[in-house]
T-cell receptor, first 122, second 112 residues
Framework: GAGVSQSPRYKVAKRGQDVALRCDPI?????LFWYQQALGQGPEFLTY????????KSGLPSDRFFAERPEGSVSTLKIQRTQQEDSAVYLC????????????????????FGDGTRLSIL | QKEVEQDPGPLSVPEGAIVSLNCTYS??????FMWYRQYSRKGPELLMY????GNKEDGRFTAQVDKSSKYISLFIRDSQPSDSATYLC????????????FGTGTLLAVQP
């Protein structure tokens, strides 16, 4: 398809288990973002990749959260030793990268989101 | 104080009404603002984006930014039941990331 694809759509895990969530960005999009959305809240930033480089992981809530994008396309968000507070919708977004300021400064075009993975920790 | 504040609603209007959705922000830097629409169990869908100040119109939707009062608005004309969704405003951060900072979202219900 043409949009951002995430899998699985739903994931139920027992507390303490490890989970892996997958994101396929829009083809050709250099930039990839992960967000966490709690019930009744707006999405909150987790981490950002430009190609395979993880340039910002300031939003990852703990060292149990790990993200990778080894070939600059598909990305995986891994949560180790899951806790109940990890229950949320995990959203992936991708965007095109432009260069502004005479080609000196990168700028991310508006982000396009997938439908997310709804994670429930029992 | 959150960086982007948004009234969570819910907001209920009759079909055909003009809807006004609002956010306030606290950062003064020049930046882009986005409006996303999110249907239940779906991801946010980009509706409009606009730079620091002024109006932008797209069909039934108008986005407005008032930099002096740090106010962001989305107007929906001739609202339809299919417009029933959560509307999220977001500020795009500058720098290397351009990550989005979202409000909590406003739940809108358009009654037929």
């Amino acid at each position: 398809g043409a949009g951002v694809s995430q899998s699985p759509r739903y994931k139920v895990a027992k507390r303490g288990q490890d989970v892996a969530l997958r994101c396929d960005p829009i083809s050709g999009h250099v930039s990839l973002f992960w967000y966490q959305q709690a019930l009744g809240q707006g999405p909150e930033f987790l981490t950002y990749f430009q190609n395979e480089a993880q340039l910002d992981k300031s939003g990852l809530p703990s060292d149990r959260f790990f993200a990778e994008r080894p070939e600059g396309s598909v990305s995986t968000l891994k949560i180790q030793r899951t806790q109940q507070e990890d229950s949320a919708v995990y959203l992936c977004a991708s965007s095109q990268l432009s260069w502004v300021g005479g080609g000196q400064r990168p700028y991310n075009q508006p982000q396009h989101f997938g439908d997310g993975t709804r994670l429930s920790i029992l | 104080q959150k960086e982007v504040e948004q009234d969570p609603g819910p907001l209920s209007v009759p079909e055909g009404a003009i809807v006004s959705l609002n956010c306030t922000y606290s950062n003064s830097a020049f930046q882009y603002f986005m409006w996303y629409r999110q249907y239940s169990r779906k991801g946010p869908e980009l509706l409009m984006y606009t730079y620091s100040s002024g109006n932008k119109e797209d069909g039934r939707f108008t986005a407005q930014v008032d930099k002096s009062s740090k106010y962001i608005s989305l107007f929906i004309r001739d609202s339809q039941p299919s417009d029933s969704a959560t509307y999220l405003c977001a500020r795009q951060v500058g720098g290397a990331t351009n990550k989005l900072i979202f409000g909590t979202g406003t739940l809108l219900a358009v009654q037929p």
